[in-house]
């Protein structure tokens, strides 16, 4: 069965980096594309990063260009998010979902493609 656990979020000053990891369970990363996604209280999941197979990936939010990367480690089938210089507005909880792996566009921007989603992690930027 496909689980999905996000972990790494926090309270963090303006201007530092975390990491979040997203530990896939029950099928391989081989078979998924995993999406980053991120949620701000009261509005719907904004579609940050997504990878998939052979190290595909696309990004989906202009903001976070050059700031926030995308990377998984096969051998631990974990997906990572790498946040730098982060500002007030990265706020918010943070959830990895999966889809399944398609050709020719394995990743998507669309939340409601992705059919398994982590419980989230929250992501406080605060001085």
């Known amino acids: 069965q496909l689980q999905l656990v996000e972990s790494g979020g926090g309270l963090v000053q303006p201007g530092r980096f975390l990491r979040l990891s997203c530990v896939v369970s029950g099928v391989t990363l081989d078979e998924l594309a995993i999406g980053w996604f991120r949620q701000a209280p009261g509005k719907g999941p904004e579609a940050l990063l997504c990878?998939?197979?052979?190290?595909?990936?696309?990004l989906f939010a202009a903001a976070v260009d050059g700031r926030l990367t995308i990377s998984s480690d096969r051998a631990k089938n974990t997906v990572y998010l790498q946040m730098e210089s982060l500002t007030v507005e990265d706020s918010g909880r943070y959830y990895c979902?999966?889809?399944?792996?398609?050709?020719?566009?394995?990743?998507?921007?669309?939340?409601?493609?992705?059919?398994?989603w982590g419980q989230g992690t929250q992501v406080t930027v605060s001085a």
């Open positions: 979902a999966a889809r399944p792996f398609s050709l020719p566009y394995p990743c998507s921007g669309a939340a409601e493609s992705y059919t398994q």
């Open positions: 990878i998939a197979r052979g190290g595909t990936t696309a």
